[in-house]
Nanobody, 121 residues
Framework: QVQVLESGGGLAQAGGSLRLSCAAS????????MGWYRQAPGKQRELVAS???????NYEDSVKGRFTISRDNAKNTVYLQMNNLLPEDTAVYYC???????????????WGQGTQVTVSS
């Protein structure tokens, strides 16, 4: 059993900041890539940012320079610092954790329940 729990979503004004946190817990051998996706109504889910266990990051173009993803491997936690928020950032944000649960099976992707981020103009 692997649990992924997000926190930090909420309401912010344009230009404001929010910090999302996501912790993975349970039984697994290792935690590989962790990331954040978002999905707005009527739109496809898109990758916002991801980070490998070694710290390599990847960002969607529209959030570069505004969002920062980081992780604390000791806590199995990934963070998304969102600065200079824009109304178009409004979406449900989902944390994902790519987890290796056994030596015989490949990496499995687990998702959090999602946290709503709403940015008002």
């Amino acid at each position: 059993q692997v649990q992924v729990l997000e926190s930090g979503g909420g309401l912010a004004q344009a230009g404001g900041s929010l910090r999302l946190s996501c912790a993975a817990s349970g039984n697994f051998l290792s935690l590989e890539v962790m990331g954040w996706y978002r999905q707005a109504p009527g739109k496809q889910r898109e990758l916002v940012a991801s980070i490998t266990s070694a710290g390599t990051t990847n960002y969607e173009d529209s959030v570069k320079g505004r969002f920062t993803i980081s992780r604390d491997n000791a806590k199995n936690t990934v963070y998304l610092q969102m600065n200079n928020l824009l109304p178009e950032d409004t979406a449900v944000y989902y944390c994902n954790a790519d987890v290796r649960r056994s030596s015989w099976y490949g990496v499995q992707r687990y998702w959090g329940q999602g946290t709503q981020v709403t940015v008002s103009s």
